[in-house]
């Protein structure tokens, strides 16, 4: 079964890295222990879920859902990564662009005009062993996204031209790629633990392949593969089923099948003699690692019984390696572990960041625990708290379409149903110590242990000397020749009515009942943050936020964090640049504790001197981190080029050295500087009224808020920036124009321009991606508090196309202001934002923390839903008027980040 790591990474990410794309199946495993909860997994939506099969051996699923007035659809294709020969490596994914960029009855970008013109959003993504197509939509629109799915991947033009741009487009995300840390690490993993099968391969392809496919090999690709015998469409949400059913048989029921595709059965288990470790240095900040041994494919009974071990050793904060490495050591700044199965493979891995002179004690006591490591010790209190975290993290994703519509489709399409949610759940349930400790002899084993170590360039590092070093470190650990030489292979919607209560002295509670899942989730926002910082102070924020949650006057940082994760709950902190916000979330079940350590953790947080220690280490690694990354540096470095002072001006995590300089005594003076605050609590989900009262009119007594005006900034006067990352394959380019704030009569335009200028059928991205093929990322963004903000363009390109990428930026901007946009694009836009909020606010956390965020600006509750009215009302005539006043290339910032 799939790693729990990656189903919190899937949560986050929009257009999947290669990373990402390879473990899509985590999604499809939400809601799988539902039934520890007592909750039917069948019934996860109004209905069971239909499946049919239309005569030419398409599967259909349906699932109707009336929560939400949108629709989720998905169709499953078997044609992925692994499917591929060594020449073709990289062209499901090139495909998968191709379908994007017209078709015999639509242009180049009308896919997605049309789709994001009715409010929906499209997507994509191609794994080893799948690709699958996504588009989610207002549920009235059903017939328009099924015909645009069939329109896209089986009327795809392939135009030459095209697919020249595409290739550069593609050619630029593969070095993207190379340029993160992450990418690179996995990517340097695969042929240690898969050489020999198509596994050994990125998903992406390799610039020799890429660079030579051709139109007919995409369409003798599309003939052998896309076959409707091996394919699943899957629709969730406000559907007729019957209707839904027949809308699909009308699209796909006409198309044939030529040839067999069978699924890709496990491969035999790898045998290996000696560990392998590669180490690679780059242009990073830290050391980034990963080791890895081969593991079962899908279906193994083995499966649940990894994911169990993973969990215990790296699921989360209350994990053992987190404890021991992060915590208590020091030695790493972050530690993960997961399990992941392919259809022909799988595997175990283990991640850590950290600084280069703690690679030597880290290594070496990694080793030795992993060749030590004996479940029998593992305690009925930890497995039971990764059981449930498990149950935890697989149930959540039911809480939008999106993630109902992945869960139900990857089981029936790859387990065979949805019995198979039940078969995993009871084998969880069953594995014992006994279980694990096999499970551990025959997975970590010497032979079979793989290792990527990606060091930071410069010193006198002699990369095979140092691989040698590694090696004969596992060898100490675990003895020569020690451990089996065969791996383990494959074996057997609404709420109720909303309420808001005046609290006094400047509080507020927001009460958001809805009891359609048995979870509650709590936000606390308070105006502040930077904005109560002297430019001394930079980083303070965040630092008290990461630090709040650390342990309370009579709870530990260790007995907090054990207390959470042993009832599936969360609490914790974030500071941006004008707020700070506390949140919990927790099964309904678990209220009368956690509420009043919610409670505890606002009124009498510890701020130990070692846990503030910690985090300032922590933090210090984090700006490093930031730092490694081009998009994030860029970032980082914006807000103090566009404001010139205000917290907005800071540098929001703070510097290495000034965060050294912080300690306990600062984060306790800022955090009573910000708790006198005025503040809003929303409470969103299933919840007892009177306890969560209780609790905040507790914390709302005493003395009054103090009074709190957001900030006016002045903005900056340096109009250009140049940064450098040495070693990196890209350039990236951020230019910002000043504009007014939320409270503008303004603001609504300008985000309805955003939108008319971002996503797949947005002007930057047609222009300057799909014609001018300048790079794999252009979009624009729109940052904007109470009475500032800017609107921002952005590109990813080559070094030397970025005059090209600028003098792009800037006839946009003419043509904006010279030429009204056509009123299909500006209906496209605001039917976005409509989409997009509707989307958005799916989940109980977004919806609690829109209306705290929103009463503690000011706003009404309903402010966001009125903007998105008036967004509809925005004319051609209305978005020139306001690429008059505030796109004027003279007065925007420009930042460029380059090799």
């Given at each position: ?406 869960k139900i489709g990857y089981f029936q399409f790859f387990e065979n149903g949805m019995r198979a949610e039940d078969n995993y759940l009871h084998a969880l349930r069953h594995v014992g110590t006994a279980e694990l400790g096999a499970l551990a002899r025959a997975t970590l084993t ?454």
């Open positions: 079964m799939p790693p729990l790591f990656f189903i919190r990474a899937a949560r986050a990410t929009t257009k999947e890295t290669t990373e990402c794309l390879m473990l899509k199946r985590i999604i499809a495993l939400a809601g799988a222990l539902l039934v520890a909860a007592g909750v039917s997994l069948a019934h996860a939506g109004d209905a069971p879920p239909v499946l049919t099969r239309l005569e030419n051996g398409l599967d259909v699923l349906v699932q109707p859902d009336t929560r939400f007035p949108l629709v989720s659809l998905r169709l499953y294709v078997r044609a992925g990564a692994a499917y591929e020969t060594p020449a073709q490596a990289g062209i499901s994914h090139l495909l998968e662009h191709m379908v994007f960029k017209g078709t015999a009855r639509r242009a180049p970008g009308q896919v997605a005009e049309e789709i994001e013109g009715a409010g929906g959003y499209l997507n994509a993504a191609t794994s080893f062993d799948y690709t699958v197509y996504i588009i989610d939509l207002p549920a009235e629109r059903l017939e328009l996204g099924l015909d645009v799915l069939r329109d896209m991947i089986f009327g795809a033009a392939l135009d030459p031209e095209e697919l020249e741009r595409e290739k550069q487009v593609v050619l630029a995300e593969l070095e993207r790629g190379e340029d993160t840390p992450g990418s690179r690490r996995f990517q340097a993993l695969q042929p240690l633990l898969w050489g020999g099968t198509p596994y050994e391969r990125p998903i992406i392809g390799l610039r020799e392949t890429v660079s030579a496919f051709t139109r007919q090999d995409i369409l003798d690709y599309i003939a052998r593969f896309y076959q409707p015998q091996s394919m699943l469409a899957v629709v969730v949400g406000d559907v007729d089923p019957e209707r839904a059913l027949e809308l699909v048989r009308a699209q796909f029921g006409d198309l044939k099948n030529t040839a067999p595709v069978a699924p890709r059965g496990p491969l035999p288990a790898p045998r290996f003699e000696a560990p392998r470790v590669a180490v690679q240095a780059g242009p990073w900040n830290k050391v980034y690692l990963s080791v890895a041994f081969p593991a079962p494919a899908l279906g193994s009974a083995q499966a649940p019984g990894l994911d169990l071990l993973a969990q215990v050793l790296g699921g989360d904060r209350s994990s053992r390696l987190y404890r021991k490495y992060q915590y208590e050591l020091g030695l790493v700044d972050s530690i993960s572990a997961y399990a992941m199965g392919l259809e022909g493979t799988g595997l175990f891995t283990i991640s850590a960041e950290l600084d280069r002179d703690k690679l030597p004690a880290f290594w070496s006591a990694l080793a030795a625990d992993l060749a030590g490591l004996d479940p029998a010790s593992f305690t009925d209190r930890e497995l039971g708290r990764a059981r449930l975290n498990i149950e935890d993290d697989l149930y959540s994703s039911k809480e939008t379409l999106g993630g109902l519509a992945s010497r032979e079979a242990l793989a290792a990527v170590v990606l060091l930071p360039e410069g010193g006198q590092t002699d990369a095979p000397a140092l691989e040698r070093e590694l090696r004969e470190a596992v060898d100490a650990a675990f003895g020569p020749g020690a451990g089996a030489t065969a791996q383990a292979g494959p074996a057997d919607g609404a709420g109720a009515q909303a309420q808001t209560v005046d609290l006094g002295g400047g509080r507020t509670l927001v009460l958001l009942p809805d009891a359609t899942l048995p979870y509650a989730s709590v936000t606390m926002a308070f105006p502040g943050g930077d904005a109560l910082l002297f430019p001394d102070e930079q980083g303070l924020a965040e630092l008290a936020a990461r630090t709040l949650t650390r342990g309370t006057a009579g709870m530990s940082a260790t007995e907090f964090r054990d207390f959470l994760a042993d009832r599936a709950a969360s609490i914790g902190a974030r500071a941006t640049r004008d707020m700070f916000t506390v949140s919990a979330r927790f099964p309904s079940r678990f209220a009368p504790e956690v509420l009043p350590l919610l409670g505890q953790t606002l009124a009498a947080p510890a701020f130990a001197p070692e846990e503030v220690a910690r985090v300032v280490t922590e933090q210090q690694a984090a700006i490093r981190s930031r730092e490694d990354e081009p998009t994030g540096l860029a970032f980082r470095h914006l807000f103090p080029m566009v404001f010139a002072d205000t917290g907005y001006a800071h540098l929001h995590e703070g510097t290495v050295d000034g965060v050294a300089g912080l300690g306990p005594a600062q984060v306790r003076e800022f955090w009573e500087r910000q708790r006198r605050q005025p503040w809003t609590m929303a409470v969103c989900g299933d919840f007892d009224p009177g306890a969560v009262t209780a609790l905040a009119r507790e914390l709302a007594a005493g003395p009054p808020a103090e009074p709190f005006a957001f900030p006016v900034p002045a903005w900056g006067k340096e109009r250009s920036r140049a940064l450098t990352l040495a070693d990196r394959n890209q350039s990236h380019i951020v230019v910002a124009f000043p504009v007014p704030g939320l409270r503008s009569d303004d603001s609504v335009g300008l985000d309805v321009l955003r939108q008319a200028l971002a996503g797949q059928g947005g002007l930057l991205f047609r222009e300057l991606r799909d014609r001018q093929g300048l790079g794999y990322s252009v979009t624009a963004l729109l940052w904007q508090a109470p009475e500032t903000g800017f609107l921002a363009f952005y590109i990813g390109t080559s070094p030397d196309k970025t005059a090209q990428a600028l003098e792009g930026f800037r006839q946009a901007v003419t043509g904006l202001r010279e030429t009204p946009l056509a009123q299909a694009e500006v209906a496209r836009a605001a039917s976005l934002i409509a989409g997009d909020y509707h989307r958005d606010h799916q989940s109980l956390s977004a919806r609690s923390a829109e209306a705290a965020g929103l009463l503690a600006r000011g706003f009404p509750a309903d402010h966001d839903r009125q903007g998105v009215a008036r967004a509809a009302l925005v004319s051609p005539a209305d978005l020139q008027a306001l690429a008059r006043d505030w796109l004027v290339w003279e007065r925007a910032y420009v930042l460029t980040v380059a090799p």
